[in-house]
């Protein structure tokens, strides 16, 4: 099993509209959760650190289930400029590595 | 959060080559990481660079195909050794960004884009 698994998507949504998609992590102790935004040919550029029980940035919202260990990032009032693939990033207590997921596409159309 | 310049932002080498990538950041870290992202697919681990240690290696990657150099706190260079096509991939550099006890997260260079041929 794959230490962070996401839904590739790709999620085609039109402009102003709402989209959510998860991202879930095998190890139990895992503290530290990252949403990070990656434009094609592009660096990973961090979108959000997640903390607790979740945060609000904006139009972006992160929510963490520890008990069903997943995270999930909401976007609300979808821009053409959202379009992006989303890589959820965790990291485990007393390590310096990170886990990378594969990558949510999003695609935002007119 | 820190500033990474790398370089060269992209190349193209002939197999059997060797191509030195260099990572600079505007402030002192302790750690830096080097990763591999293959076409379609997302970052893997290649090693952690420490100043004045030898890099950690992830399983898959030795040394001798990526020696990396750490000489200060705000500089660092990965070479991908006797390339291979195999090797085309987009490499780049991470440190970490903390007010410490608070890690809010990770800052990458912005890659280099290699095509061997």
């Known amino acids: 099993r794959k230490e962070v698994e996401q839904d590739p998507g790709p999620f085609n949504v039109p402009e102003g509209a709402t989209v959510a998609f998860n991202c879930t992590y095998s190890?139990?102790?895992?503290?530290?959760f990252f949403w990070y935004r990656q434009d094609c040919r592009k660096e990973p550029k961090l979108l959000m650190s997640?903390?607790?029980s979740g945060n609000e940035d904006g139009r972006f919202t992160a929510q963490l289930n520890r008990a069903s260990q997943y995270i999930s990032l909401l976007i609300r009032d979808s821009k053409l400029s959202d379009s992006a693939t989303y890589l959820c990033?965790?990291?485990?207590?007393?390590?310096?590595?990170?886990?990378f997921g594969a990558g949510t596409t999003v695609t935002v159309r007119a | 959060s820190a500033v990474i310049s790398q370089k060269p932002s992209r190349d193209i080498c002939q197999r059997g080559t060797s191509l030195t990538i260099q990572c600079q950041v505007d402030?002192?870290?302790?750690?830096m990481f080097w990763y591999r992202q293959q076409p379609g697919q997302s970052l893997t681990l290649i090693a952690t660079?420490?100043?004045?240690?030898?890099?950690?290696?992830e399983s898959g990657f030795v040394i001798d195909k990526f020696p990396i150099s750490r000489p200060n706190l705000t500089f660092s260079t990965l070479t991908v050794s006797n390339m291979s096509p195999e090797d085309s991939s987009i490499y780049l550099c991470?440190?970490?960004?903390?007010?410490?006890?608070?890690?809010?997260?990770?800052?990458f260079g912005s890659g280099t884009r290699l095509t061997v041929v």
């Open positions: 991470s440190v970490e960004f903390q007010v410490p006890p608070i890690v809010y997260g990770y800052t």
């Open positions: 190890n139990s102790a895992s503290q530290s």
């Open positions: 997640v903390y607790s």
């Open positions: 990033v965790v990291k485990t207590p007393n390590d310096y590595k990170l886990s």
């Open positions: 402030s002192q870290v302790t750690m």
């Open positions: 660079a420490n100043q004045g240690s030898e890099a950690t290696y």
